[in-house]
């Protein structure tokens, strides 16, 4: 079974930085693109920031130039270096990964479990 392990999170106050990490865990999966959406109460889930496998960003208008995502190939995990936060920012982040399990030709999109990130004095 594969999973995507999520920590980082917690709390911050506004203008700190705090970095979340999202690891594959179990089978060896091929990993298309990579990365992090979330979702405050009250508000619709949004994209953070992704990364394909050959290594093109993408990032939220709500995070740009704050955020930057990056990734370990050796160690399947992303990482998500946040700056400049702003109580905005709260909400839970979830890691997200779509790609194939190893040996299969089957695209599977995977979700982590969540980590709370709140922005607040």
């Known amino acids: 079974q594969v999973q995507l392990v999520e920590s980082g999170g917690g709390l911050v106050q506004p203008g700190g930085s705090l970095r979340l990490s999202c690891a594959v865990s179990g089978s060896s999966f091929n990993i298309n693109r990579m990365g992090w959406y979330r979702q405050a109460p009250g508000k619709e889930r949004e994209l953070v920031a992704a990364i394909t496998r050959g290594g093109s960003t993408n990032y939220g208008n709500s995070v740009e130039d704050r955020f930057t995502i990056s990734r370990s190939n050796a160690k399947n995990t992303v990482y998500l270096e946040m700056n400049s936060l702003k109580p905005e920012d709260t909400a839970v982040y979830h890691c997200?990964?779509?790609?194939?399990?190893?040996?299969?030709?089957?695209?599977?999109?995977?979700w982590g479990q969540g980590t709370l990130v709140t922005v607040s004095s």
């Open positions: 997200n990964a779509v790609g194939s399990v190893a040996g299969t030709m089957v695209s599977v999109e995977l």
